[in-house]
């Protein structure tokens, strides 16, 4: 669906991807189960296309400003991505990223097929000499758990005069705070199953790259390695989705507030925000085994990996073997939700006692 880009991000979350507008329709497109579709039409296989899939393409490719293509997961839309580097490139990739894409890379580096160089973003001259001869680079911004921002449309430039093809994880900014193409990325990632869908209830991925060509790999990666979504993640994705500005806004405002709380309290060390989103991280000052016990005692707070619902998590980001070991032993990835303000903030200083 053509929708105007004059439209704001808080509306087009509400009004994209919508049925067409005639006598009857129903406001939201329904949920589409189907593994075949009659023959002659444009869809034909339930593994080529879903109209369901379509609703959440659509609102995803308004914000993004381009077009998207759905996957079962984050990760599949990380794998779809990758596939955009030919055998024997070189990929350019944070330090501290997400671990799963971390993953994913270090094994395509094991068996040959691409090259990794792991860099530190805080250092844009590092970075942008690692660009050189690359066939991809790769960014996250800010970076998970670190929260490290990147000058993305610096990379971008940097990247591209070096013939590099660029693509943003946006899961932890989501378009309401930058909106990647514009910028002069490439390639946009997200795993909608965090802050998109926002309610923990759905695994789902997005890419969403601005030309016609790349569109058509993409699409045809997902129909050769059968990566699609369930048409009720969809659903649940572009139902979500219709929140996500007020969730956003209520999130943001609970995690300055934290900031402010953890920062002046005597059993916090560092505490990491980069000014805006969800994502808080801090480190209770009697190391690992502290961390252990505050992430473990909380009543509200729910001890668990991934983050972007509506609900409040967290975890020690070290209890995962894949983490980085430049990521503190004590480090708390906290996803705020959007409780009322007085009741998250008794609960983490109730578990900040126990540390
Ligand atoms: C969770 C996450 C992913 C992977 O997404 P899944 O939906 O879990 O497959 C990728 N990137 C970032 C930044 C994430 O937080």
Redesign the pocket.
Known sequence: MARSRALSPETLVVAAGRPERKPDAPLSVPITPASTFVAGGELEYGRFGNPTWAAFEDAVGALEGGRAVMYS????A?SAALSLVADGGAVVVPRHS?N??LGLLAEAERRGRISVRAVDVTQPDALAAAAEGAAMVWI?SPT?PALEVVDIAQVAAAARTRGALVVV?N??ATPLVQQPLALGADVVVH????LLAGHSDA???VVVVADDATYGLLESYRRMHGAVPGSLEAYLATRGLRTLAVRFEKAQDNARRLVDALNAHPAVGAVGYPGFGTIVTFEPTGGAAAAHRVATSSRLVVPTT??GGVESTWERRRRWAGEPETIPEALIRMSVGIEGYDDLWADVEAALGSA
Do not use: I, Q
Request: charged share 15%; net charge negative; no cysteine.
């Open positions: 997961s984050g990760m599949a990380a997400y799963g894409t996250e998970n994880d899961t932890f795993s909608a199953t965090k695994l789902a991925g991934s983050l």
